[in-house]
């Protein structure tokens, strides 16, 4: 069942495109000056006692970057558990605007710092706090779940935070316990963890503008191609492409997934940030982007996210300088998002985790 503020479709995609016309990735550094911008970065982390969080689709310079100073590449669960856990001082992350403030809520003494503030999500664009608010007063007797891709507010109107990894579990546990879900934002992965689960779900009309065009089609095109890859999918993914998919998961359970099935290629129906990753896991290995539009498109794999694009060593270098970009979160908001965040933490935590995927 899906249902959503009739206000809300009429804006959103008027909303997206402005957006997407501020976002863009910057010009590409040469090697030389990429390795004299990464130097500076190295001394000003040792300098504030800071640590680099990126995400899997991010730019592969920043990934390396982060490991290679003791800090982390994960997904937004595994991000949110570092920065909570580590003993740094200034937490700089890679990625978009509401793991900026998640990580700022779940460790309120720390500096957070972003490359840059204007990285935002379509999903959190797509879930304004104003129109959320209204639609869980209509349904007072469901237990509000969101996901991670929403801002603070919304967060702290929610009873549960999940993340893609624990999203079908967190669905069965509350089942089990006879409750109905309101869910939002994104409706292919609202819709998967309903048809997974069995799970009584209302669902917010969203969806991410990177997976939303994955194409089906597209897809038996390319299993044609390349008839002994694997099709690897997340689940913001739409519905006949992850009934198309040989594996169906979060970004660290399809890193996981591609290190062990026996192919050795896979059709990726995900950001292709993860590539660097995927190949990275398993360098032997062929990872194909799974195309995201027809045939008269002028890009047919333009699976990236334009905001996590944005994250450059540049924009890094810049934000350690100063510093600036800082993130702030209300103290009132703060404090109402840390219980729905803390208990996706201690939910994660007790549960053993299965990788879920058909096999």
């Known amino acids: 069942m899906t249902n959503t503020p009739s206000s809300q479709l009429a804006s959103d995609q008027m909303i997206v495109r402005r957006y997407l016309a501020r976002a863009g990735a910057p010009p590409a550094l040469s090697p030389a000056e990429a390795e004299d911008c990464k130097s500076e970065i190295l001394s000003l982390l040792r300098k504030r006692n800071a640590l680099l969080v990126a995400h899997y689709y991010t730019d592969g310079a920043l990934q390396e970057l982060a490991e290679e100073t003791g800090g982390f590449v994960g997904d937004s669960l595994e991000m949110a558990r570092f920065g909570h856990d580590c003993d ?7 990625g978009v605007r509401f793991m900026g403030e998640t990580a700022k809520i779940l460790s309120p003494k720390k500096t957070v710092l972003m490359p840059t503030l204007d990285a935002t999500c379509s999903l959190d664009i797509a879930c304004p706090i104003e129109d959320f608010a209204q639609f869980c007063d209509a ?43 309101l869910w939002a934002p994104d409706k292919h992965l609202g819709s998967y963890v309903q048809r997974t689960t069995g799970a009584d779900v209302l669902l917010w009309d969203a969806a ?25 999918a997340h689940p913001e993914s739409p519905q006949a492409v992850l009934e198309m998919s040989d594996f169906v998961g979060s970004t660290t359970q399809i890193i996981s997934a591609s290190q062990r099935l026996p192919n050795d290629a896979f059709i990726v129906a995900t950001d292709r940030g993860i590539f660097h990753k995927l190949q990275q896991a398993s360098p032997h290995k062929k990872f194909i982007v799974a195309p995201t539009a027809g045939e008269d498109a002028t890009c047919r794999s333009c699976a990236h996210c334009p905001w996590m694009a944005m994250n450059s060593l540049e924009s890094l270098r810049t934000s350690l300088s100063n510093p600036v970009n800082a993130i702030e979160v209300n103290s009132e908001v703060a404090r109402d998002a840390m219980k729905p965040l803390t208990r996706m933490l201690e939910f994660a935590k007790e549960q053993r985790l299965t990788v879920r995927g058909k096999a």
């Open 139 to 181: 349904h007072p007797d469901r237990e509000v779940v969101v996901y991670a891709n929403t801002s603070a507010a919304v967060k702290a109107r929610a009873d549960w935070v999940v993340t893609s990894s624990i999203a079908l579990e967190v669905a069965e546990y509350l089942s089990e316990q006879g409750k109905q879900i």
């Open 88 to 94: 740094a001082e200034m937490l700089i992350v890679a």
């Open 208 to 232: 991410c503008i990177v997976h939303e065009e994955f194409k089906s089609r597209g897809l038996e095109d390319m299993r044609r191609l390349h008839p002994n890859a694997a099709i690897l």
